[in-house]
C-alpha cells in the first residue's frame, strides 16, 4: 500500500496569539461577570469580552497558539468554567425569580449555532430561544447571514430541529423582502419571527470627527426604529396570520407597544430604553395595561391586528355601483 500526503496551508493573515492576548481577553469575560448591573448588560459584555478570545483562537492561528501548551489549555478552560458557572447560576437566580427567560443565540457559521443550542439543552430554565440571524456570515462570505432565504433555513432548521423550546427567528433590519423571509422561518421549523433586528447604520459626532456609532459601522436602535418596527410587523401579520410575531425597534413606552399589538404583534421587546432606565420594561407593561382598562378590554390579546387596511378615500361616499 502507498499513501500521499499532501499538507496543504494558505500564508494566515493573522499572527498567532499569544497566551497575554488569549487570558487576558477571557479575564477581561470573567471580570465583566464581577462588575454590578442588569443581567442582560452584564451577559453582553462577558459575551463580547469572550468573543475577542473566541475570533483568536480561529483557525490555524489559534491551533498554533494552543499546540504543545497545556499549561496554556488549563488556563483557558479554568476561565471558560468561571464563566459557563456564572452564566448558570445567572440562569437559575433569575428563573427563579419567576422570569421566563428567552436565550438569543446569534453566531457567524451553522457550527456556531448548533453548538449554542446543544449548550441550551441541558437549561431547563430557559423557555425559547430566539436566533439572532444578523450576524456576518463567515462560511458563505456573506455580509448577513440571515438575509438570504437558503441560510435562513438551514440555520433555523437545524436549531428548531434540535431544540427542546420554541424558537424565534429574529429577522435583519435591513431586508426588503421581510415576508419572505418569515416565511421560509417559520416554513423551517420558527414557532415564530422577532422584527425586527437592528440595521446597520452609521453616526458621526462632528465636533471630534470621529464615529458615534460603533467603531466606524454600527447597528441602529432606539426610536427612530419605531416606524419599520410597525411596518414590519403588520406586512409580516397580514401575510402569515397566526404566526406569533415579536415586535422590537423603538419601544419605550406603553403607547409604543399598543401601537405594535395594533399592527399585529403578539408581544413586544424593550431594548435601548432599558440602558438609561433599567424599569423601562415594567413602564411599558404599565402603560399597557392602562391602555385596556381605559378601552374596558381584558387582555392584550383584544388589540392584537385591530389595525386594518382603510378603504381608499372616498369610498364610502362614491361607491361603485352595483351592476
Ligand atoms: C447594547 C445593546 C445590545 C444588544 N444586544 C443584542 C443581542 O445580544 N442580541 C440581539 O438579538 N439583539 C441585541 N440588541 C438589539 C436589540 O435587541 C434590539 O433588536 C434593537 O436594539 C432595537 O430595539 P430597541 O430600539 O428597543 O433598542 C442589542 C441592542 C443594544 C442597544
New binding site residues.
Partial sequence: MCGIVAILSRPGSRPTPSAEELLGALDSAVHASTVAGSPAVTL?CM?AEAAVADALLRGVPGVRALADRPSLVAAIEARLDQLDAFVAGELVRIARGGARIVV?I?GTSLEEYVRMTSALQGRPEVAAI?I?LSGPDDELDRPVLGAHPDRLNEIVGAVARMSLVPVFA?LPGASDDIVTLARTAVRAGATGVTLL??PPALGLDITRDRPRIGTVRG?L??PA?KPITLRAVFDVAQAVPGVPVIA????RTGEDAVECLLAGAWAV?????T?TDPAAAVTVAQGIVRRLKAARLASPVELRGRLRPQEPAGADADPVPAP
Fill in positions: 453582553a459575551a438569543s446569534g430566539e439572532h429574529k433586528a437592528s447597528w436602535s432606539g426604529l422590537s425597534g423603538g419601544i421587546q424593550v431594548g435601548t430604553a440602558l
